[in-house]
């Protein structure tokens, strides 16, 4: 079966832009992740989605950031106004069952670039 | 607040000597531990993950790594490296916080396997 994919893969935005990133995961994998990865970074948590339950936003860095996801489909990740420090690649990634103990499959990412 | 150390950004190892890439950790609570390869221009995937039970766990490509508890580490090993390893490896853990396990991933460690 497919893997996790991702649209676009590259992104180029004037500041100031709206941009939305689209993740579809692995068909039945109820658990849905996204990240952020700055150049020479490690993976920086933004949101979760478990099933129907509420998404954990903890990670999101300001209120410019959201993201939606429909039942256990596609999620949207949307950055308003975009800023020159949100060139990073997002990643997402899905697990098959909702626990911290499951792997995650990720996405090849899309790069973020703001000029 | 959890945390991982990958202490060193860059890891130099000849083709068919064996290798490490370093990981420590700090968590409240028992932690679950993930190894991730992300090759050139490729997503991440899962390598190998420590859980509960035997602290030598073996994954993929012919890695392993032992959990520590006393040290607080979780090295990435391989018998002996080929020039294919060359990639770069995150260490993640995840351990109940605020309600919640997500994950958190070190800066990434880049090995690169010379012939």
């Known amino acids: 079966g497919a893997g996790v994919s991702q649209s676009p893969s590259n992104k180029v935005t004037e500041k100031g832009k709206d941009v939305e990133l689209r993740c579809d995961p692995i068909?039945?994998?109820?658990?849905l992740y996204w990240y952020r990865q700055r150049l020479g970074q490690g993976l920086e948590f933004l949101i979760y989605f478990q099933g129907n339950s509420a998404p954990d936003k903890s990670g999101l860095p300001s209120d410019r950031f959201s993201a939606e996801r429909t039942g256990e489909s596609v999620s949207t990740l949307t950055i308003q106004r975009t800023q020159q420090e949100d060139s990073a690649v997002y990643l997402c990634a899905s697990s098959l069952i909702v626990g911290h103990t499951d792997t995650q499959y990720f996405g090849p990412g899309t790069r973020l670039t703001v000029l | 607040a959890q945390s991982v150390a990958q202490p060193e950004d860059q890891v130099n190892v000849a083709e068919g000597n064996p290798l490490t890439v370093k990981c420590t950790y700090s968590v409240s609570g028992n932690p679950y531990l993930f190894w991730y390869v992300q090759y050139p221009n490729r997503g991440l995937q899962f390598l190998l993950k420590?859980?509960?039970?035997?602290?030598l766990v073996k994954g993929s490509y012919g890695f392993e790594a032992e959990f520590n508890k006393s040290q607080t580490s979780f090295h990435l090993k391989k018998p002996s490296a080929l020039v294919s390893d060359s990639a770069l490896y995150f260490c993640a853990v995840s351990a109940l916080t605020g309600g919640s396990y997500i994950p958190t991933f070190g800066r990434g460690t880049s090995l690169i396997v010379h012939p």
């Open positions: 068909s039945g994998h109820t658990a």
């Open positions: 420590y859980i509960t039970g035997d602290n």
